[in-house]
């Protein structure tokens, strides 16, 4: 398994959670990493990215203020912190690893499993 994401659970509306993708060390210390999302029914969609060299991110638009991606190279470990979190982010969390770009699912070349996250009302 080279993309293994955790993390994920029930919480309540207003709570937070924080999900992690621990990644091989040929990904991680060659491809920028992000995360998407798929509620049932819908299309998976753009949450966060994080660029190889950690210094350039990029969120979704209703992720912006509440979501922060972060890695940690010394663990091979992209986090997503998820604060103030509402029933519509209720989705399976993929994690994945990209060369160029990162917002578009085409760009990502590998993808972890998934983690689900359920907030309740």
């Known amino acids: 398994v080279q993309l293994q994401a955790s993390g994920g659970g029930l919480v309540q509306t207003g709570g937070s959670l924080r999900l992690s993708c621990a990644a091989s060390?040929?990904?991680?210390?060659?491809?920028?990493m992000g995360w998407f999302r798929q509620a049932p029914g819908k299309e998976r969609e753009f949450v966060a990215a994080i660029k190889r060299g950690g210094r350039s991110t990029s969120y979704g638009d209703s992720m912006k203020g509440r979501f922060t991606i972060s890695r940690d190279n010394a663990k091979n470990t992209v986090y997503l912190q998820m604060n103030s979190l509402k029933p519509e982010d209720t989705a399976v969390y993929y994690c994945?690893?990209?060369?160029?770009?990162?917002?578009?699912?085409?760009?990502?070349?590998?993808w972890g499993q998934g983690t689900l996250v359920t907030v309740s009302s």
């Open positions: 060390e040929r990904i991680f210390t060659r491809y920028g």
């Open positions: 994945g690893a990209f060369q160029a770009g990162g917002t578009m699912r085409s760009d990502y070349d590998y």
